[in-house]
């Protein structure tokens, strides 16, 4: 079962619970069955409830370095609080900074089987009036952060679904590039900046990005020492 | 770096042929615009020599300055928008007030400059 869990109360939930839509049509294309959380019902008690018997969880939401959001920013996950929900599971936050932390400490905890985010802010430009399913530059980043998803539900690695995801990403980049558009190198810049902070993990090794756990500013909920050391053999295996 | 592979550059990759990516004699100059002055045989050497030292080590300041120029030149751009959201930091903003939090190099402002660094270094490095 895939659970989806969409926000929409703000332009930012607006566009990202709109661009998981594809990943929710496809898992029904395929035969996973969905329970999608939108709007109110993105909210902490239907996510614990509905966690339990979900084999991916696939979320879009305000997050931090330590937080997973929902709808009005409910706390949904939190790292070191709430973890053993996503035991055993996939899941993909498409949710600002939670790769810098939560991410990965979903991981390392020995909770998520794989688990896929964020490091940085998601960031895209988007136009007014701000709709998403009208919005040609904002359209861009939503292709992305579909891909992750449905590369997930289609049983790719974290590992591979983020590298096939930085070469989508290299992808969408050239078109942009060869587009004479006023607003291509907006694009670009943001694309650029969304593609490096793609990070994974999972037992088949891992991603980050340069910036993704060093310069984390903000309190990081470590793992166990064991997890820890773990998972760096896990990334070395792999490196 | 010559005129010719500026030329083929901006010929394959339109949509980044006006970011401004050096300043020459105080001038933030694109790709496009480099290849106006190189073809005119103006600032050649001045040129030839920002381009190559952009790519190893540029000013901070320098960047600063060439961010506040392409978002100066977005404000007069037809058919960019002069109102834009980049979320979640920024939304609903003219690009007036983008420049303020540019030129006031506030916590928006060095958002801003991180990923036009990396713009910069991605169109340096093609040239």
Redesign the interface.
Known sequence: MLLSIRPDYDIATRYSQHWLLPVVKEARRIGIEVVDLYGKNANRRNFDYYSKGAKFIVGTGHGSETTYTGQNKEILLEAGVNERVVSGKDVYLFSCLTGAGLIPSLYFSGNARQAIGFSEEYTWLAVPPYDPSQDKYGSTFGDLAAYIGIKLLHGKSARDTAMLAKARADELISYWKKQDDPAADEVIKWLIHDRDAIVAYGKSGSVETPYSISVAPKPFVFPPLAAIVAGIGTILMFC | MSLESLQNYIQ?????A??PIVIVNGIALSPRQCVFYLKKGEMVQEITSALQAAKIDPPEDEEWKLLEAYYAR?SV?????S???????I??MPISEILKHIRARDEIGRFLL???I??ME?IRKGV
Request: charged share 20%.
């Open positions: 394959r990759n339109p949509g980044l006006d970011v977005k751009t037809p058919g960019f928008p109102v834009i959201s980049i979320p979640p930091y939304i609903n991180k990923s036009q990396g713009l991605e």
